[in-house]
């Protein structure tokens, strides 16, 4: 039997790995994908260059807080996987309207015409931010939820809109928290991404602060293999932790000046951000628990593997690069 699944936020850096390994040799054989997405400044249809033929995709340009069309797409589907979202701390603390409007809002109208068209299970795709700052330990998913910043603040938000989807009317909602992910095609305004491609040009990177922050890493290949393992198995209105490698902010850019051959002179101190939490720390023990699932590609490993994708893929990102470099 077919299960048609809509894929919110598709021509993004993650929900973009998630449609291609689906579509892919190893993918499952009875899944056919439709993509929305708004293609705002971070979606890219080159994304899905690599299956842009395949029969079972089919693409929509459109935007998740358009209640009509939505309702139409929502239709038509069995299940939904939701990525489409505004998400950068540096530009929720510019505006936070837009955070607001599409975390929060574009998930309530997903979450609505699922309920009204039967669709389900419906994965909402959160963030470790949503937690705030952990002082010590790991947080668990029955933690509170602390965010300190406009975009966190909006994630919890769409997390506790799909729960509450689930408690007052049945929908079977499934929530994913992961830590921070890298990996190839992730928009150049991500700290890995941005690194690399000013490393590879020569130039200095900023590092906020002492250095000292502390988060997880997770390539974008296992956090996509632990969100089909929860779209297949995971259970109605359960949150599941997807946590990675924790590194201080100065570990991870040591690590990156080495896979360029850089030296650390070519590393300036900037002041710290504004709702920038120290430290992140998911207990992930839920999903391997409970699902089998625990990540695959050590760290050292997954950074070598995406420098060198972005050296072989300077005619995606240089464009990009030059087209934000223009609107500063």
């Not at 439709?34 to 935007?63: E, Q």
């Not at 998911?282 to 699902?291: A, N, P, Q, Y």
Request: proline share 5%.
């Amino acid at each position: 039997m077919t299960t048609r699944l809509l894929v919110t936020g598709g021509a993004g850096f993650i929900g973009s790995h998630y449609v291609r390994t689906l579509l892919g040799p190893g993918g499952p054989p009875d899944v056919v994908v439709t993509v929305l997405d708004a293609l705002t400044y971070a979606g890219n249809p080159a994304n899905l260059d690599p299956v842009r033929d395949d029969p079972r995709l089919v693409f929509i340009p459109g935007d998740i807080c358009d209640a009509p069309l939505v309702d139409q797409v929502m239709a038509g589907h069995d299940q939904v996987v939701h990525f489409a979202a505004e998400s950068h701390v540096d530009r929720s603390l510019l505006d936070a309207s837009a955070f607001v409007r599409t975390n929060a809002g574009g998930t309530q109208t997903l979450l609505d015409a699922a309920l009204r068209h039967g669709v389900a299970p419906f994965v909402q795709v959160s963030t470790d931010e949503v937690y705030g700052s952990a002082e010590r330990d790991a947080w668990s998913e029955d933690e509170p939820l602390r965010p300190n910043s406009p975009y966190s603040a909006s994630k919890a938000s769409a997390d506790l809109l799909a729960l509450a989807q689930h408690v007052s009317h049945g929908l079977d909602v499934r929530v994913t928290r992961c830590a921070n992910n890298y990996g190839p095609y992730q928009y150049p305004e991500k700290l890995i991404p941005r690194f690399a491609t000013l490393l590879l040009d020569g130039n200095k990177v900023p590092l906020y602060g002492d250095g000292l922050h502390v988060r997880e890493w997770l390539h974008v290949d296992d956090h996509v293999r632990a969100i089909e393992a929860v779209r297949a198995r995971g259970r109605a209105g359960r949150v599941y932790n997807i946590g990675g490698t924790a590194l201080t902010n100065r570990e991870l850019v040591g690590l990156l000046l080495k896979e360029c051959d850089a030296e650390w002179d070519s590393v300036e101190y900037v002041e710290d951000r504004k709702g920038h939490d120290r430290r992140y720390a998911l207990d992930s023990s839920r999903i391997s628990r409970e699902l089998g699932f625990t990540p695959a590609t050590d760290l050292s490993t997954g950074l070598a593997a995406t420098l060198d994708w972005y050296r072989a893929h300077r005619s995606w990102w240089e464009p990009i690069v030059v087209r934000r470099a223009r609107q500063a």
